[in-house]
């Protein structure tokens, strides 16, 4: 029977709806929710393919204790047990757990709820910690309680958009598709990024300021000192509705004149005088920010430098206007709505509410302390003050800053415990109790995206194996610990209902995040929930719950505070915490790629969104590259005082000086030496806790190998126990795996190791081979029934090797001409035009190459001709900027210029 459901892609906090379909042979499809308020309808390259990921390869389908598989009642009395004993013998403060963005609202709630009202300790924290933890902070600080004011239809609103520390069009395509039609509709309207590299989205911006890493907080003050001399303040809303202006003013005055300001934060004075007049003339003004604001060890401080400038021309609260915190993580808003941070309790209450939590929860033991934040969380379990944690749904060997050292800590602790969906992660290695978690289309419940939307996710495939939802492992474990009566859910429906219960218990109008108007909702409701926008009080009628009331929040000027007033901020600048010095002369920053999704768990099961960006990769200033020695296209080592990695070279103009970009996305399982967390300063926000993942002092040399080389499989090539490969990366094809290769020690006998490397151990393999020893080059492929089964390439340099490409359409012919097998051993395509290199359009797999030839031949000036053409941008559109790009070049530069690095590739940030 074939089944239809409306849900919510697992992604970006975006927060798009997605319509699944499973057919009734199985085959799943995935489009767009035109009903959705965030996305009517769009997809991003990300959502158009979940579909790739939805298989059981690889996944965890069975509880496991200490490597040995088990039923779920020994799995979780073997949890409920080992943390019972710690507590019993160390106390509360001993265990933790370490949760995710990514888990549903009624996951979170419920683990929250154990530990902070059952076991009585604060040790729960979040992945958010290392995400929106500088923007919940600068939140309550300026308006008591961490709310974002605004919603997307603000940006169709405004008349300037400033994007702070973001590259929306990669990590929040929608947003970005919203603002470009918003862009085209109305030519007037300005967008002006503020990133120290030249990103995609830089690239298309009316003005792109490239401020010196950290420098956010003089750049905004320096705004805030102009807007006063320029007469743009609203001191109706600035006397009748806020504090601390003064002080404010007075801090951002010292910043110093334009010249001053321009030395500070590199950027040009025409650039700032222009952004500055941009700002005070143009009343409706949204500030979206994003990593490049909250990951820096003045994280908070730069969100009240951004909030202060809406505060002070009264830009808040009214359409078009506001400053616009846009959340990472699907649920990232979800998680502190239930007070999944260590510094909040429940509900947007703080410890300070512990009585009325306790009493709304019969909590015997509630938490009267904040616990430990991520950072600090994984310290303590390195010392051995925390005991036994629970990780669910992150992987922190992979995402925490010094993650070296965090793999010493759970390597060292008495009880470590992972719930996953994947069978084989990072942190997982280092698990002594794994369970298997239900994925996403397996799981029910409810997400809140970056304007406060809550939507429903649900399931549309069966829970395979023995695996099951997060809220339903928590909650055996908390009757095992002996509080039944208060975990005694039925379904994700009941928790819910007591989550909207709370927000509403002693509330009073007090904190603004109310759903109580959604506290009894049945079953069916909770069904057939719509998107709906927050707060959703009890005297909000059903009616209106679709109503406009929730759109934009303080439009009355009243703020959750104590005097009801939003705080300005007096805030001072201090560059990030460690400056490059002699020994590491660069500055790592690192983030995200268009079409990978953080440790690569999810999308690199995809072969369509693993071909955009296959390596992991450093992309360096042309003149820095120079400096250091280092070629477009040649391997790497980066080192920093924490770690080192192997990367790939990408050279690029748009790249700050001085600044290497470096994507997170590659873990243990898809590279040797690929864990860029392993090289961050674990340095943190002093307010926030949120870790300086954009700034660490880094020395960058060339990697000697001696030989380079790829392999193309149909199975899954093991490379982890290959200790003399320095540099291995596993890449997901349509019908094979391939493994980039270097070392730097020579390989004795090609023929014996490629032939293990390929599995064609027995001597009646049908074997093809090719060496030529002078050149350094070895060719080895194995048949099964003259079928390409395995493929070996090595070369002494990069440029030495065959088109990638080409052999992937190998591996879907079922039988090999004798043309391919000569061009196997020739290693490449007899006849030209074989090889077409990696899509930049990854939903119609349309290449750069054929692209550039399209632009050429037929002379196309813009993408929409381009799609005419080759149907490349036309579905989900992330592909866009690239195609803008591609025209761009070719209308002012020659081939030769264009080919001298690899612009669309090299947009990797
Ligand atoms: N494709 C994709 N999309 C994603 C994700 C993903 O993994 N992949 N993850 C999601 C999540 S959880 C998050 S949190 C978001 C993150 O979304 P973004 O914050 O947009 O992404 P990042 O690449 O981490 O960093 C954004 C930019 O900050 C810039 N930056 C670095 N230092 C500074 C500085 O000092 N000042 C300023 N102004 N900018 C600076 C970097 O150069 C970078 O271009 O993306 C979400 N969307
Ligand atoms: N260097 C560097 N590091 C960073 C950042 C950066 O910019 N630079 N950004 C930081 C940010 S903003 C973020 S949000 C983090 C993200 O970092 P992580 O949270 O560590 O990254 P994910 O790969 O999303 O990990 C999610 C894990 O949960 C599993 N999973 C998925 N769904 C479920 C589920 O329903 N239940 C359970 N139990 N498991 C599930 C996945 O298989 C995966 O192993 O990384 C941070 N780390
Ligand atoms: S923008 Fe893309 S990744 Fe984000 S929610 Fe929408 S479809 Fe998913
Ligand atoms: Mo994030």
């Known amino acids: 029977m074939s089944i239809?459901?409306?849900?919510?892609?697992?992604y970006c906090g975006v927060g798009c709806g997605v319509r699944a379909a499973v057919d009734d042979n199985g085959a799943v499809s995935i489009a767009g929710d035109e009903g959705h308020p965030a996305n009517a309808g769009r997809l991003c390259s990300k959502g158009a393919a979940l579909g790739d990921t939805t298989g059981l390869d690889g996944r965890l389908l069975h509880p496991e204790v200490r490597g040995e598989r088990t039923d779920w009642d020994t799995a979780l009395d073997a949890v409920a047990d080992g943390f019972r004993d710690v507590i019993e013998q160390h106390g509360p403060e001993a265990v933790a757990f370490y949760v995710s963005g990514q888990l549903l609202t009624e996951d979170y709630y419920v683990a929250n709820k154990l530990m902070k009202g059952f076991i009585g300790s604060g040790n729960i924290d979040t992945n958010s910690r290392l995400c929106m933890s500088s923007a919940v902070a600068g939140h309550m600080r300026a308006f008591g309680e961490d709310v974002v004011p605004g919603c997307y239809e603000d940006f169709e609103a405004a008349d300037l958009i400033v994007l702070v520390g973001s590259n929306t069009a990669w990590c929040h395509p929608i947003v970005y598709r919203r603002i470009e039609a918003a862009r085209a509709a109305r030519p007037d309207l300005k967008l002006v990024v503020i990133d120290p590299q030249c990103t995609t989205?830089?690239?298309?911006?009316?003005?792109h300021l490239p401020v010196a890493p950290g420098q956010d907080v003089a750049l905004f003050n320096g705004l805030l000192a102009h807007l006063e001399a320029?007469?743009?303040?609203?001191?109706?809303?600035?006397?009748?509705?806020t504090e601390g202006a003064f002080a404010?003013?007075?801090?951002?005055?010292?910043?110093?004149?334009t010249a001053e300001l321009a030395r500070t934060t590199g950027i040009a004075e025409a650039d700032l005088d222009c952004f500055f007049d941009w700002f005070g003339a143009t009343e409706r003004t949204v500030t979206v920010f994003s990593q490049g604001v909250?990951?820096?060890?003045?994280?908070t401080d730069k969100v009240n430098a951004i909030i202060n400038c809406h505060l002070l021309t009264g830009r808040i609260g009214r359409a078009g206007t506001g400053p616009f915190s846009i959340t990472g993580q699907p649920n990232a808003m979800g998680g502190r709505e239930v007070g999944g941070l260590a510094n909040t309790l429940a509900a947007h209450r703080d410890f300070d509410a512990a009585d009325s939590v306790a009493t709304f929860w019969r909590a015997p033991y509630i938490a009267r302390e904040p616990g430990l934040k991520a950072v600090d969380l994984f310290q303590a379990i390195g010392d051995g003050r925390v005991k036994a944690v629970w990780i669910m749904a992150t992987n922190p060997l992979v995402s925490l800053p010094d993650a070296d050292a965090a793999r010493a800590a759970l390597e060292a602790c008495d009880l470590v415990v992972v719930s996953d969906c994947e069978g084989a992660t990072d942190t997982l290695a280092c698990a002594d109790i794994r369970l298997p978690a239900a994925a996403w289309g397996e799981k029910d419940g409810t997400?809140?995206?970056?304007?406060?939307?809550?939507?429903?996710?649900?399931?549309?495939?069966?829970?395979?194996?023995?695996?099951q939802p997060d809220w339903w492992i928590v909650t055996e474990v908390a009757r095992r610990l002996g509080h039944g009566a208060a975990f005694d859910y039925d379904s994700p429906h009941d928790i819910f209902r007591e989550h909207a219960a709370l927000s509403a218990h002693d509330n009073d109008g007090r904190h603004v995040f109310d759903i109580g108007g959604l506290a009894n909702l049945t079953r069916a409701e909770y069904d057939a929930l719509e998107p709906l926008q927050w707060p959703v009080p009890a005297s909000r009628t059903r009616d209106s719950r679709h109503g406009t009331a929730a759109k934009r929040l303080f439009a009355d000027g009243r703020f959750p505070t104590k005097s009801g007033r939003a705080r300005f901020v007096a805030v001072t600048p201090r560059g990030p915490a460690n400056a490059p010095d002699t020994d590491y002369p660069l500055v790592l920053n690192t983030g995200r790629v268009r079409d990978h999704w953080h440790t690569m768990t999810r999308t690199g099961r995809s072969a369509r969104l693993s071909a955009h960006v296959d390596e992991p990769f450093a992309t360096l200033h042309p003149q820095d590259a120079q400096v250091f020695g280092l070629r477009d296209g040649a391997l790497a080592r980066l080192d920093t005082r924490w770690g080192h990695m192997l990367a790939r070279v990408r050279i690029d103009p748009g790249q700050a000086r001085g600044s290497v970009f470096v994507p997170m996305h590659w873990n243990g399982q898809t590279a040797s030496a690929g864990r860029v967390g392993a090289l961050v300063n674990p340095v943190v926000d002093p307010l926030s806790g949120e870790p300086e993942f954009k700034h660490t002092p880094l020395r960058v040399s060339a990697f000697a190998a001696r030989w380079h080389g790829f392999l193309l499989t149909r199975t899954r090539p093991a490379l982890t126990g290959e200790t003399d490969l320095d540099y291995w990366v596993l890449v997901r094809g349509e019908q094979f795996w391939r493994?980039?290769?270097?070392?730097?020690?020579?390989?004795?006998?090609?023929?014996?190791?490629a032939r293990r490397l390929l599995g064609a151990t027995s001597p009646d393999a049908d074997w093809l081979e090719f060496r030529d020893e002078r050149a350094g080059a070895y060719r080895g492929a194995r048949l099964v029934d003259d079928r390409l089964e395995a493929c070996l390439f090595v070369a002494a340099e990069p440029p030495g090797l065959p088109a990638r490409h080409w052999l992937g359409g190998l591996f879907a012919q079922d039988e090999l001409s004798d043309a391919d097998r000569m061009a196997l051993l020739a290693g490449g395509p007899v006849e030209s035009g074989g090889d077409t290199g990696p899509p930049v359009c990854s939903c119609f797999g349309v290449s750069r190459a054929v692209i550039e030839t399209a632009i050429q031949d037929q002379g196309l000036t813009t993408p929409a001709a381009i799609g005419d053409a080759l149907g490349a941008g036309t579905n989900c559109g992330s592909c866009l900027p690239d195609l803008r790009r591609l025209i761009d070049i070719h209308a002012t530069t020659t081939d030769d210029d264009a080919n001298e690095t690899n612009p669309v590739a090299a947009q990797a940030h």
């Not at 239809?4 to 697992?10: E, H, I, L």
């Not at 989205?201 to 003005?207: G, Y």
């Open 230 to 241: 320029g007469g743009h303040i609203d001191s109706s809303f600035v006397d009748a509705h």
């Open 294 to 299: 909250n990951q820096s060890s003045a994280g």
């Open 739 to 753: 493994a980039e290769l270097a070392a730097s020690e020579a390989v004795g006998d090609w023929g014996k190791r």
């Open 248 to 257: 404010a003013l007075a801090a951002a005055r010292r910043s110093g004149n």
């Open 201 to 207: 989205t830089a690239e298309d911006a009316d003005l």
């Open 447 to 467: 997400v809140t995206n970056s304007e406060r939307c809550i939507s429903r996710q649900r399931p549309f495939l069966p829970v395979p194996g023995s695996a």
């Open 4 to 10: 239809n459901v409306t849900t919510t892609c697992p």
